[in-house]
């Protein structure tokens, strides 16, 4: 007999088993962020909005008053709603096609404007729901469906490295942070510390995770985990950019 | 701090952009979103001069993609939210427009049409009208009353409010260049005094107790797995919109019965057409006047019975015919010949409208 490991307390139990592909990412992903919400004890106040592209089949994931939007508009979404009720814990999810290329002048501004929200972007640098197109993310020689050949940086640049774009123009009391599925501990407890900024009233908050993509990287688990753990951090590096908990205690 | 802006009906002389803020805080809209385009800038200047002395709020967004997507946010949180824009702006805002038909939001959106296509002027045209009534990747269930006074302006500005959030589909006050920077003598008036029962905005989201413990949570989506699933969902939206098409539908006529001519306008340039045809009365002349205030819905059952009678109509707007497309679907099988006086992107005058309609009589 099998142990099945407890799901959180947040998710949904009718949806599951969940939408996502074997061996995708975004299961991992929502794992980390269910698991905040339940230690938070926020379930009654979070809405949790996800974008177009593979997160959107996360609209009944949880047990949350949850919003599916439109490619790159989950943050905006996301803002008016925490603009017209404050006391909401507002969560914009989304892949990085959504969040650095059609949508990115909402992550932009909303950083920029220091809004009171979560984006929580994971990345897995393809367009993964429309079959594997280049993203902004794709590194280097990484073949896609619209880089044959494999990305060539001379034609189309390199990858988009988004929270280290966001740490450089959020404000004093946001939270940046990259994490990754190969470490869920970790990436639970930047999640975790996300929502609490946003709880706290400080600032925006930002985490992208590393995802894998076995179907559009067409990889087996070995080299799904070998890219996720080892090709992938040589660009995404893995960690806090901006966290104002860790300045406060610097201070004193 | 949050008493009322309009306690007694007042006479004021004001332009069209500075009665719509007014009219949206009379109409207990919480909290706008927007972004500069003229010409309607002033409803943000005046809404950000009013609003926090009546526990309002706005915010400025990116874009009108973001002010569109953050009314919409607005909404769902149970807040009476507006939006305004023009132009290349009223195109960007189709996308989060699409979304509120979708997902049936009362979202209020003022549209104050300026030169099109592209950038064109930020003066006027009724060009905006085929965006407005059935723009995006959907049908057209939207409801936009097209105003041609500043009375007019505040009184369906807050009408607005009340029939999103009872049919809920998207609501436009469709005005131009002309209204929004012309100034006019109007009355304010405090909508509850008048009998106007508000209709009580609700939240979509963050209903109080836990979902999935107290109750379901909402779970609020514009994608369908197959064909037949979103074919199912648009039936009902297409039979609310019939049913609530007889209720709303809103159109200005007189002179029609007898007339030969008769002058088919909307908007602004329907001030010209009505004192045209009152003149032309005078002078024995056999004209009528129609205009709908609904552009969607359109009032079908009237206009059909008008050009039925009529002998021509007359179609007048500042579009390369835009409008004449709403009436020609509405009238399909009548005989009546159609005579078109567009200028596309510039005001239409008294003159104008009666030397044509002399013409062709």
């Known amino acids: ?252 | 701090m949050s008493e009322k802006l309009i306690t007694e009906e007042k006479r004021v002389f004001m332009t069209g952009n500075e009665v719509v803020a007014w009219a949206a805080v009379a109409a207990g809209a919480e909290i706008m979103y927007g972004y500069p385009i003229t010409p309607q800038n002033e409803i943000m200047h005046y809404w950000t001069r009013l609003a926090p002395k009546y526990d309002r709020k706005f915010l400025q967004t990116e874009d009108e993609l973001s002010a569109g997507f953050t009314t919409i946010g607005g909404v769902m949180a149970g807040r009476k939210s507006f939006t305004a824009t023009a132009g290349p702006g009223n195109t960007l805002m189709q996308e989060p427009l699409s979304m509120a038909e979708a997902m049936r939001l009362p979202v209020v959106t003022v549209v104050q049409q300026r030169g099109g296509p592209s950038t064109a002027t930020v003066i006027y045209s009724q060009q905006e009208v085929t965006l407005t009534t059935f723009g995006g990747n959907g049908e057209g269930m939207r409801v936009v009353y097209s105003t041609a006074t500043h009375q007019e302006l505040f009184d369906y500005t807050i009408k607005s409010f009340n029939v999103a959030w009872k049919y809920r589909f998207p609501t436009f006050v469709l005005g131009d260049g002309y209204q929004a920077k012309m100034r006019e003598s109007l009355t304010l008036y405090d909508p509850e005094q008048k009998g106007v029962d508000f209709v009580p905005a609700e939240r979509f989201v963050g209903k109080p107790g836990t979902p999935g413990v107290d109750r379901e949570p909402g779970h609020y989506r514009n994608t369908y797995n197959v064909e037949e699933e979103l074919y199912d969902v648009l039936q009902e939206h297409f039979a609310d919109y019939k049913k609530m098409a007889e209720e709303v539908v809103e159109y200005d006529a007189f002179d029609t019965e007898d007339a030969d001519v008769v002058v088919v306008s909307h908007g602004v340039v329907s001030r010209g057409a009505k004192e045209a045809v009152e003149r032309m009365r005078k002078e024995g002349k056999k004209v009528g006047y129609f205009r709908p205030i609904t552009l969607r819905p359109m009032p079908e059952k009237q206009l059909k019975e008008v050009a039925d009678k009529a002998k021509k109509l007359l179609v007048v707007e500042s579009a390369q015919g835009q409008f004449a497309k709403l009436i020609k679907d509405v009238i399909y099988g009548s005989t009546t010949e159609i005579v078109p006086l567009f200028k596309p992107g510039v005001g239409i005058t008294t003159e104008e409208i009666t030397a044509k309609t002399k013409e062709i009589l």
């Open chain 1, 1 to 252: 007999m099998t142990v099945q490991p407890a799901m959180p307390k947040c998710w949904r139990p009718e949806s599951k088993p969940h939408k996502f592909c074997p061996g995708c990412g975004h299961g991992l992903v929502l794992k980390a962020l269910g698991e905040a919400i339940d230690e938070l004890g926020i379930q009654d106040r979070v809405v949790f909005g996800c974008d177009i592209g593979c997160s959107l089949l996360a609209w009944d994931f949880f047990n949350v008053d949850s919003i599916q939007t439109h490619h790159g508009r989950t943050t905006p979404v996301m803002v008016g709603i925490k603009r017209a009720n404050p006391d909401l814990i507002c969560i914009a999810y989304m892949g990085d096609g959504g969040g650095y290329a059609i949508g990115s002048q909402h992550l932009v501004n909303s950083a920029s404007r220091n809004e009171k929200i979560t984006v929580l972007l994971a990345l897995n640098t393809v367009y993964a729901m429309t079959g594997g197109q280049m993203a902004p993310t794709t590194m280097p020689d990484q073949k896609a469906e619209t880089s044959p050949y494999g990305r060539d940086p001379e034609e189309s640049g390199y990858p988009t490295q988004g929270p280290e774009m966001v740490a450089a123009i959020a404000r004093e009391g946001s939270y940046v942070a990259r994490g990754t599925t190969v470490n869920m501990r970790q990436l639970k407890s930047y999640i975790k510390k996300a929502l609490e900024n946003q709880m706290e009233g400080n600032g925006f908050s930002f985490v992208e995770a590393l995802a894998g993509c076995p179907t559009n990287w067409r990889t087996n688990a070995e080299k799904t985990w070998n890219f996720l753990q080892k090709d992938m951090p040589k660009y995404f590096k893995v960690g806090e950019l901006k966290d104002p908990g860790a300045n406060e205690k610097e201070g004193q």
